[in-house]
T-cell receptor, first 112, second 114 residues
Framework: NAGVTQTPKFQVLKTGQSMTLQCAQD?????MSWYRQDPGMGLRLIHY???????DQGEVPNGYNVSRSTTEDFPLRLLSAAPSQTSVYFC???????????FGPGTRLTVL | KQEVTQIPAALSVPEGENLVLNCSFT??????LQWFRQDPGKGLTSLLL?????REQTSGRLNASLDKSSGRSTLYIAASQPGDSATYLC?????????????FGKGTRLSVIA
């Protein structure tokens, strides 16, 4: 199993550009989440999903959209990037019957 | 609302010392608590998961304890090594969302000096 994969690893955007951060898992996990990690702020939850077709907002959802059309994929969309969205983004997944969460390697995003 | 706090924020110890990292949480009605390790520029690696019915979990030189009544968890590292240098994060589930997703502490940055 590849586990949780994220692409790209690095990205530089200009203010106002849009992009999608990809997250995929091959473990058939129902629960998936997106976090951002900023210095001094720790990891904060952006959006999460408890299964295909079901998503909900986390602590810092503004400026981000998600959808969950398949169990495997949970993309995070930035519609109009802002410098405040410069961060490291982590995707995580967990099986429905388990408690341990597994994280991807992260995407480092810089918005100029 | 679940809040997780980790003390100290940074810790430097000589190689071979035993050490304890602390984690406190505000809502004791948690399903579990998870400890992670994060190396610089890398993702999070799960170290230990303690269920609410357990008091301890051990993996090698690591031992994590959970005291729900006091809202505390500790991560004990025995005979520390330079390779243990990393940031250690604890996380507990949000109280209003069952056992997912997680609320994280800001971490303890550990340096083990050879």
């Amino acid at each position: 199993n590849a586990g949780v994969t994220q692409t790209p690893k690095f990205q530089v955007l200009k203010t106002g550009q849009s992009m999608t951060l990809q997250c995929a898992q091959d473990m058939n996990h129902e629960y998936m989440s997106w976090y951002r990690q900023d210095p001094g702020m720790g990891l904060r939850l952006i959006h999460y999903s408890v299964g295909a077709g079901i998503t909900d907002q986390g602590e810092v959802p503004n400026g981000y959209n998600v959808s969950r059309s398949t169990t495997e994929d949970f993309p995070l969309r930035l519609l109009s990037a802002a410098p405040s969205q410069t961060s490291v983004y982590f995707c995580a997944s967990r099986p429905a019957g388990g408690d341990e969460q597994f994280f991807g390697p992260g995407t480092r995003l810089t918005v100029l | 609302k679940q809040e997780v706090t980790q003390i100290p924020a940074a810790l430097s110890v000589p190689e071979g010392e035993n050490l304890v990292l602390n984690c406190s949480f505000t809502d004791s009605a948690i399903y579990n608590l998870q400890w992670f390790r994060q190396d610089p520029g890398k993702g999070l690696t799960s170290l230990l998961l303690i269920q609410s019915s357990q008091r301890e979990q051990t993996s090698g030189r690591l031992n994590a304890s959970l005291d729900k009544s006091s809202g505390r968890s500790t991560l004990y590292i025995a005979a520390s090594q330079p390779g243990d240098s990393a940031t250690y994060l604890c996380a507990a589930p949000r109280a209003d969302s069952g056992n997912t997703p997680l609320v994280f502490g800001k971490g303890t940055r550990l340096s083990v000096i050879a």
